[in-house]
């Protein structure tokens, strides 16, 4: 397979890889950081931040909105759509 963000070849042979392949290497989603930190804002609106922002992190927002590559939109949230799918339940 070739990694959707560093265009480089990776081998990452799971058990969940058989079910739904990863389109990021373990080095880029590592570099991505995911924390999970929930927090509130104004008037008590809960929030959840999947992701420190970080130079990954920033480096793949620009590419999504500065160079207009919507493709990259599936890779944020794609090792989590599941858990998130289950905790959002009916939003």
């Known amino acids: 397979m070739i990694c959707k963000i560093c265009l480089k070849k990776f081998n990452d042979f799971s058990f969940i890889n058989l079910f739904s392949p990863q389109p990021i290497c373990r080095k880029c989603f590592k570099q991505m950081k995911p924390l999970f930190h929930s927090f509130k804002v104004e008037n008590n609106i809960k929030c959840l931040a ?11 927002l620009y590419l999504l909105k500065g ?5 990259m939109s599936k890779y944020f949230l794609h090792h989590f759509k599941e858990y998130l799918s289950v905790r959002f339940y009916g939003y």
């Not at 160079?67 to 493709?71: T, V």
């Open 50 to 60: 999947i992701y420190a922002y970080n130079s990954k992190i920033r480096e793949m």
């Open 67 to 71: 160079a207009y590559d919507y493709e």
